[in-house]
């Protein structure tokens, strides 16, 4: 089981990025996969999840209205659109799953992705 984050960048503040988190090894349509993040000094964030039965997705409040995650199926991958970036959005994403269907931003999840730095200029 191999989760694979990619998209990260520098991008100015407002701007917007596309995270990729590829899965190998198993199929992402029958698992949730949750989006976190971790900024220097604090503690790492559930941002996003997309459940696989339903596609139902939760949010974390800093992000709502802002990100968007959505899945592709064929290429074994969920996404992360974030818009409207703030400085304070800076972090290390990871992407992670359990196998199972367990979409929650508050989660001991088993396999999580290496991360991809996103850094968000004012």
């Known amino acids: 089981v191999q989760l694979q984050a990619s998209g990260g960048g520098l991008v100015q503040y407002g701007g917007s990025l596309r995270l990729s988190c590829v899965a190998s090894?198993?199929?992402?349509?029958?698992?949730?996969i949750t989006w976190f993040r971790q900024a220097p000094g604090k503690e790492r964030e559930g941002v996003s999840c997309?459940?696989?039965?339903?596609?139902?997705?939760k949010y974390a409040d800093s992000v709502k209205g802002r990100f968007t995650i959505s899945r592709d199926n064929a290429k074994n991958t969920v996404y992360l659109q974030m818009n409207s970036l703030k400085p304070e959005d800076t972090a290390v994403y990871y992407c992670?799953?359990?196998?199972?269907?367990?979409?929650?931003?508050?989660?001991?999840?088993?396999?999580w992705g290496q991360g991809t730095q996103v850094t968000v200029s004012s």
């Open positions: 090894g198993f199929f992402a349509e029958y698992s949730a």
């Open positions: 997309i459940s696989s039965r339903y596609g139902s997705t």
């Open positions: 992670a799953t359990d196998l199972e269907d367990v979409c929650a931003l508050e989660y001991k999840y088993g396999f």
